[in-house]
């Protein structure tokens, strides 16, 4: 597609319950990450998957969130039995490749807002 | 571990004026830097991206400047717009190809 997509815009979630948010990335993007931005908190890095591979999970806060990336493309960020600690902005972003070139400029999608209640 | 550091975190000027946004980072040893801005409600929009051998880039009223020994970015906007205001974040691409983030600069331009 011509941006990144995400689904949810919005999710409100009562404590406890599992989510799954969506990330469309740009065609052809091999890179893809998710991130977790807190209410004035600068953005904390969760995961990233070269292709379907996440060689770097070591950002995801608890078991209890998981992710995964098919085909190359979509990738899902699931939360099992969220906690009100969980409520923050999750934000995607693709890039052509991923490494130390320009090819690594990132392009986010808007957002998925979780609201744990 | 790298740090980044975003001062002021909030700025508020008069439409027109030229301003500064500052980017500190603790560990030299990083492959780029890149300066967003985030608007309410949607996504980071990449403005520039300067590569470690790099020391300044510019696109439009916008220039980035990086000082890698020092550990230090400048934003400069020139003729600020009311259009402007945004968050601005700086990142740091470091040895582990991950971006470390600052918290931001929330800009306002008032007319």
């Known amino acids: 597609g011509a941006g990144v997509s995400q689904s949810p815009s919005n999710k409100v979630t009562e404590k406890g319950k599992d989510v799954e948010l969506r990330c469309d990335p740009i065609?052809?993007?091999?890179?893809l990450y998710w991130y977790r931005q807190s209410l004035g908190q600068g953005l904390e890095f969760l995961i990233y998957?070269?292709?379907?591979?996440?060689?770097?999970k070591s950002g995801l806060p608890s078991d209890r969130f998981s992710a995964e990336r098919t085909g190359g493309s979509v990738s899902t960020l699931t939360i099992q039995r969220t906690q009100q600690e969980d409520s923050a902005v999750y934000l995607c972003?693709?890039?052509?490749?991923?490494?130390?070139?320009?090819?690594?400029?990132?392009?986010f999608g808007a957002g998925s807002r979780l609201t744990v209640l | 571990k790298q740090e980044v550091t975003q001062i002021p975190a909030a700025l508020s000027v008069p439409e027109g004026e030229n301003l500064v946004l500052n980017c500190s980072f603790t560990?030299?040893?990083?492959?780029?830097l890149q300066w967003f801005r985030q608007d309410p409600g949607k996504g980071l929009t990449s403005l520039l991206l300067?590569?470690?051998s790099q020391r300044e880039q510019t696109s439009g009223r916008l220039n980035a400047s990086l000082d890698k020994s020092s550990g230090r970015s400048t934003l400069y906007i020139a003729a600020s717009q009311p259009g402007d205001s945004a968050t601005y974040l700086c990142?740091?691409?470091?040895?582990?190809?991950?971006?470390?983030w600052g918290a931001g600069t929330k800009l306002i331009i008032k007319p």
């Open positions: 560990d030299s040893a990083i492959y780029n």
């Open positions: 300067i590569q470690s």
């Open positions: 998957f070269q292709g379907n591979s996440a060689p770097d």
């Open positions: 065609s052809g993007h091999t890179a």
């Open positions: 990142a740091v691409q470091d040895s582990n190809y991950q971006l470390i």
């Open positions: 972003a693709s890039s052509l490749s991923f490494g130390a070139s320009g090819a690594n400029v990132l392009t």
